[in-house]
Protein backbone atom coordinates (compact mmCIF):
# COMPACT_ATOMS: atom_id res chain seq x y z
CA UNK A 1 0.00 0.00 0.00
CA UNK A 2 1.38 3.35 -0.87
CA UNK A 3 1.64 6.05 2.13
CA UNK A 4 2.23 9.82 1.95
CA UNK A 5 5.57 10.53 1.20
CA UNK A 6 5.73 7.49 -0.96
CA UNK A 7 6.66 7.86 -4.74
CA UNK A 8 3.34 7.66 -7.28
CA UNK A 9 3.91 4.95 -10.21
CA UNK A 10 3.84 7.53 -12.86
CA UNK A 11 1.29 7.30 -15.73
CA UNK A 12 0.22 8.92 -19.13
CA UNK A 13 -3.20 7.14 -19.86
CA UNK A 14 -5.55 7.94 -22.58
CA UNK A 15 -9.49 8.47 -20.73
CA UNK A 16 -12.71 7.99 -22.19
CA UNK A 17 -13.20 11.16 -23.69
CA UNK A 18 -10.74 13.72 -23.85
CA UNK A 19 -6.80 14.24 -24.01
CA UNK A 20 -3.95 12.11 -22.39
CA UNK A 21 -3.72 12.40 -18.44
CA UNK A 22 -0.16 12.06 -16.55
CA UNK A 23 1.77 12.36 -13.19
CA UNK A 24 3.57 15.43 -13.03
CA UNK A 25 3.70 19.01 -13.56
CA UNK A 26 0.92 19.66 -11.20
CA UNK A 27 -1.22 17.97 -8.56
CA UNK A 28 -3.76 15.34 -9.09
CA UNK A 29 -6.05 13.47 -7.59
CA UNK A 30 -6.25 9.94 -8.60
CA UNK A 31 -9.35 7.94 -7.99
CA UNK A 32 -9.75 3.80 -8.62
CA UNK A 33 -13.27 3.55 -8.84
CA UNK A 34 -15.85 0.16 -8.96
CA UNK A 35 -17.25 -0.70 -11.97
CA UNK A 36 -19.64 2.44 -13.28
CA UNK A 37 -22.57 -0.29 -13.71
CA UNK A 38 -22.80 -0.04 -10.37
CA UNK A 39 -24.39 2.59 -8.12
CA UNK A 40 -21.79 2.57 -5.97
CA UNK A 41 -19.01 3.66 -8.40
CA UNK A 42 -21.42 6.38 -10.20
CA UNK A 43 -22.33 8.11 -6.26
CA UNK A 44 -18.51 8.08 -6.04
CA UNK A 45 -18.32 10.13 -9.82
CA UNK A 46 -21.07 12.47 -8.29
CA UNK A 47 -19.16 12.88 -4.98
CA UNK A 48 -15.86 13.41 -7.23
CA UNK A 49 -17.64 16.32 -8.97
CA UNK A 50 -18.67 18.34 -6.40
CA UNK A 51 -14.86 18.68 -5.75
CA UNK A 52 -14.10 19.86 -9.12
CA UNK A 53 -14.67 23.44 -8.59
CA UNK A 54 -12.20 23.87 -5.46
CA UNK A 55 -9.68 21.28 -7.18
CA UNK A 56 -9.40 23.14 -10.69
CA UNK A 57 -9.31 26.63 -9.12
CA UNK A 58 -6.15 25.52 -6.90
CA UNK A 59 -5.02 24.24 -10.53
CA UNK A 60 -5.09 20.39 -9.47
CA UNK A 61 -6.54 17.39 -11.62
CA UNK A 62 -8.65 14.83 -10.87
CA UNK A 63 -8.67 11.90 -13.02
CA UNK A 64 -10.62 8.36 -12.30
CA UNK A 65 -9.71 5.01 -13.29
CA UNK A 66 -12.42 1.83 -13.36
CA UNK A 67 -12.80 -1.33 -14.78
CA UNK A 68 -15.89 -1.66 -16.65
CA UNK A 69 -17.19 -2.10 -20.32
CA UNK A 70 -15.72 0.27 -22.85
CA UNK A 71 -19.06 1.28 -24.69
CA UNK A 72 -20.84 1.18 -20.82
CA UNK A 73 -17.90 3.94 -19.94
CA UNK A 74 -18.32 6.34 -23.51
CA UNK A 75 -22.06 5.80 -22.93
CA UNK A 76 -22.13 6.91 -19.25
CA UNK A 77 -19.56 9.46 -19.15
CA UNK A 78 -21.35 12.00 -21.48
CA UNK A 79 -24.85 11.05 -21.09
CA UNK A 80 -23.88 12.00 -17.27
CA UNK A 81 -21.58 15.17 -18.04
CA UNK A 82 -19.06 13.97 -15.86
CA UNK A 83 -16.28 16.75 -16.51
CA UNK A 84 -12.96 14.65 -15.30
CA UNK A 85 -11.24 12.37 -16.91
CA UNK A 86 -12.17 8.61 -16.69
CA UNK A 87 -9.90 6.01 -17.82
CA UNK A 88 -10.76 2.89 -18.26
CA UNK A 89 -8.50 -0.16 -17.81
CA UNK A 90 -9.06 -4.18 -18.66
CA UNK A 91 -6.52 -5.82 -16.25
CA UNK A 92 -5.80 -5.02 -12.74
CA UNK A 93 -2.09 -4.27 -13.49
CA UNK A 94 -2.69 -0.52 -12.12
CA UNK A 95 -4.77 -1.53 -9.29
CA UNK A 96 -2.05 -3.83 -8.07
CA UNK A 97 0.99 -0.98 -8.90
CA UNK A 98 -1.31 1.03 -6.50
CA UNK A 99 -2.05 -1.33 -3.90
CA UNK A 100 -5.43 -1.28 -4.32
CA UNK A 101 -6.87 -4.47 -2.86
CA UNK A 102 -10.35 -6.55 -2.81
CA UNK A 103 -12.49 -7.51 -0.69
CA UNK A 104 -12.68 -11.61 -1.40
CA UNK A 105 -16.57 -13.06 -1.01
CA UNK A 106 -17.36 -9.40 0.29
CA UNK A 107 -16.95 -10.63 3.99
CA UNK A 108 -15.18 -6.99 5.29
CA UNK A 109 -18.19 -5.70 3.68
CA UNK A 110 -20.98 -7.30 4.65
CA UNK A 111 -20.08 -7.98 8.19
CA UNK A 112 -18.41 -4.32 8.97
CA UNK A 113 -21.79 -3.37 7.12
CA UNK A 114 -22.81 0.58 9.18
CA UNK A 115 -26.36 2.50 8.35
CA UNK A 116 -24.11 4.61 6.90
CA UNK A 117 -22.90 1.43 4.10
CA UNK A 118 -27.57 0.82 3.91
CA UNK A 119 -27.49 4.50 3.16
CA UNK A 120 -25.16 4.95 0.66
CA UNK A 121 -26.07 1.83 -1.33
CA UNK A 122 -29.71 2.96 -0.78
CA UNK A 123 -29.04 6.14 -2.33
CA UNK A 124 -26.82 5.23 -5.42
CA UNK A 125 -29.77 2.80 -6.38
CA UNK A 126 -31.27 5.74 -7.55
CA UNK A 127 -28.21 6.56 -9.87
CA UNK A 128 -29.25 3.94 -12.17
CA UNK A 129 -27.59 0.52 -12.75
CA UNK A 130 -26.41 -0.65 -15.87
CA UNK A 131 -25.79 -4.77 -16.49
CA UNK A 132 -23.52 -6.64 -13.78
CA UNK A 133 -19.88 -7.22 -14.63
CA UNK A 134 -16.94 -8.68 -12.89
CA UNK A 135 -15.18 -7.15 -10.28
CA UNK A 136 -18.09 -6.65 -7.56
CA UNK A 137 -15.31 -7.32 -4.87
CA UNK A 138 -13.04 -4.28 -5.74
CA UNK A 139 -12.14 -1.67 -3.56
CA UNK A 140 -12.08 1.95 -4.04
CA UNK A 141 -9.09 4.22 -3.47
CA UNK A 142 -8.06 7.77 -3.02
CA UNK A 143 -4.49 9.74 -3.48
CA UNK A 144 -3.52 13.11 -3.86
CA UNK A 145 -0.10 13.06 -6.17
CA UNK A 146 2.15 16.65 -5.59
CA UNK A 147 4.02 18.30 -8.49
CA UNK A 148 7.05 16.08 -6.86
CA UNK A 149 5.18 12.87 -8.06
CA UNK A 150 5.24 11.90 -4.46
CA UNK A 151 1.62 10.66 -2.44
CA UNK A 152 0.58 13.58 -0.38
CA UNK A 153 -2.78 11.57 1.12
CA UNK A 154 -3.91 8.25 0.28
CA UNK A 155 -7.22 6.03 1.67
CA UNK A 156 -7.56 2.59 0.77
CA UNK A 157 -11.49 2.16 0.97
CA UNK A 158 -12.22 -0.87 3.43
CA UNK A 159 -15.49 -1.93 2.52
CA UNK A 160 -16.88 -1.58 -1.24
CA UNK A 161 -19.76 1.15 0.62
CA UNK A 162 -16.77 3.92 0.79
CA UNK A 163 -16.95 6.94 -1.29
CA UNK A 164 -14.33 9.50 -2.17
CA UNK A 165 -13.94 11.78 0.94
CA UNK A 166 -14.20 14.70 -1.11
CA UNK A 167 -13.37 17.42 2.37
CA UNK A 168 -10.22 15.20 2.80
CA UNK A 169 -9.71 15.29 -1.04
CA UNK A 170 -9.59 19.08 -0.96
CA UNK A 171 -7.57 19.70 2.12
CA UNK A 172 -4.77 17.62 0.30
CA UNK A 173 -4.76 18.75 -2.69
CA UNK A 174 -5.53 22.55 -2.27
CA UNK A 175 -2.49 22.62 0.37
CA UNK A 176 -0.34 21.73 -2.39
Avoid: N
Avoid at 62 to 80: G, I, K, M, N
Avoid at 112 to 124: E, H
Avoid at 150 to 161: D, Q
Amino acid sequence: MLRPGDLAPPFRVQPVFGLPVQTGGRPLVVLFLRSLSGGLARAAVVEAQKALVALDSAGVGLVAFTRCDLTLARDYVPREHVLFPIVVEDTDARWLEWGVGRDRGLGRSLLGLRPAGVRAAAASLRLGRGRPEAGVEQLPAEFVVGRDGRIRHARYGRTIFDLPDVAALCAAACRE
